[in-house]
């Protein structure tokens, strides 16, 4: 019975080896998905101008504060192992990973195209014609080449940095000594910068003010997603911003123990941190054809996350209590599911909530009503991901735990938040 009850009921349960204030992090990262997909996929709300519109629509950094958290958590277990034992257990690492994150998506992608799919093409052929696409999905290039899966992309780029960076690892740091892996870190993070800057001022540029030629239904929105928003190379900075962090919390010490101990120092930062993200997140509008906006805006938002990811460890702080109410444990722990499946819950309700039955017309709504509205249709899909997670994850869960150990073990990060 006990085993049962774990079974159901353990996603609801603390794990004292969590750090509470990311399961926060998380949680407000979903929900600012749900707003921002919920926003640019109703063609009766107003996206032309304003304030309000800019904070909508950069609710799109919640991919980039789950890729900083994904670089943080993944890679701290892995430089620490790589210095305690000089090398890596790669087979050990692939199969936790593997038993984490393939079963649910695979299990999503056999229900994408065997009922998403067909249901969809009753009313547009296309997707029935474009099916064939799940290949990519499948292979998780999507982030190169448009799969089924709309936010296929980001679950793409994430897989290829669980393949390629354990291995990067191998390759480079036992070469360097302390200071020459973090100016490998650095190095290497810069690289997606340079690239994009290149390709803004060589092609987006170009196209924006009219002297490209583009070929029909083209935009430099269009090659602004295409060229650096999903491809790997164009957006992997946002992910090592985490490593750094990760390699700076356990290698310089003594840097976050000074944060840590001097008030001024910290609440500076971490006011610089919140602030950062409020004004960029309101007067930064992502498609605008700027520097500010398509070449520099995923390091801003990633960096400014990352403080606040840090800061918000001090345990006893505001933001620490805030950010570690106990409700927010399943709801990071059901993000993964919620991910998923958010669209396919997503566009039913829209027909429901905003098609008038009789007319068939979207109904107009206010740039104000997209947040409680996403704010209830996120608990809708969190309830639903509650039965997709006891199904094609928890099983795998508990695998992973028994022949693999828990992914990450937590005590010398906790051990320093509350210094």
């Given at each position: 019975m006990q085993n049962w009850k774990e079974y159901f009921f353990g996603v609801f349960h603390t794990d004292p080896r969590e750090i509470a204030s990311l399961n926060g992090i998380r949680s407000v990262a979903i929900f600012m998905l749900f707003y921002v997909h919920l926003f640019r996929f109703l063609p009766n709300v107003d996206r032309s101008h304003g304030l309000l519109r800019n904070f909508l629509d950069n609710g799109s950094q919640s991919i980039d504060m789950f890729f900083v958290l994904s670089g943080f958590l993944i890679s701290g277990p892995l430089m620490r192992q790589l210095d305690r034992k000089g090398t890596l257990d790669l087979k050990n690492f692939y199969l936790k990973r593997s038993l984490r994150i393939f079963p649910p998506y695979f299990i999503f992608c056999a229900i994408?195209?065997?009922i998403f799919i067909p249901r969809a093409a009753e009313w547009n052929p296309e997707y029935a014609e474009n099916s064939w696409r799940i290949?990519?999905?499948?292979?998780?290039?999507?982030?190169?080449?448009?799969?089924?899966i709309f936010h296929g992309w980001s679950l793409s780029l994430e897989e290829q940095?669980?393949?390629?960076?354990?291995v990067l690892l191998l390759l480079v740091f036992p070469r360097l000594g302390k200071k020459g892996r973090l100016g490998f870190l650095f190095v290497f993070t810069a690289i997606p910068l340079v690239f994009r800057s290149a390709y803004f001022w060589q092609v987006i540029l170009p196209a924006a003010s009219g002297a490209e030629t583009l070929p029909a239904g083209t935009t430099p929105?269009?090659?602004?997603?295409k060229g650096i928003y999903y491809p790997f190379h164009g957006h992997y900075d946002s992910i090592f911003i985490g490593i750094i962090l990760a390699y700076i919390y356990d290698n310089?010490?003594?840097l976050v123990d000074r944060l840590f101990s001097s008030k001024l120092l910290f609440y500076s930062v971490q006011t610089f941190a919140w602030a950062?993200?409020?004004l960029y997140s309101v007067f930064v509008f992502e498609f605008e054809p700027a520097v500010y906006s398509m070449v520099i805006r995923f390091p801003v938002f990633s960096t400014l996350w990352a403080l606040v990811m840090l800061t918000s460890m001090k345990e006893g702080t505001f933001v620490n209590r805030m950010l570690s109410f106990k409700i927010y444990s399943p709801i990071a722990k059901l993000s993964y599911c919620a991910y998923l499946i958010h669209i396919a819950i997503m566009t039913p309700l829209f027909r429901k909530w905003f098609v008038d039955a009789q007319t068939k017309q979207y109904i107009p709504v206010e740039q104000w009503e997209v947040l409680p509205y996403?704010?209830?249709?996120g608990f809708i899909i969190l309830f639903v991901a509650y039965f997709f997670h006891l199904v094609a994850e928890r099983p795998f869960m508990i695998l992973k735990e028994k022949y693999a150990g828990k992914q990450i073990s937590f005590d010398k990060v906790k051990s320093a938040s509350a210094s």
């Open positions: 994408q195209y065997f290949i990519f999905d499948l292979l998780y290039v999507s982030n190169y080449f448009h799969g089924t940095f669980y393949l390629l960076f354990p929105v269009d090659l602004y997603n310089y010490r003594y950062g993200i409020a996403s704010v209830a249709m």
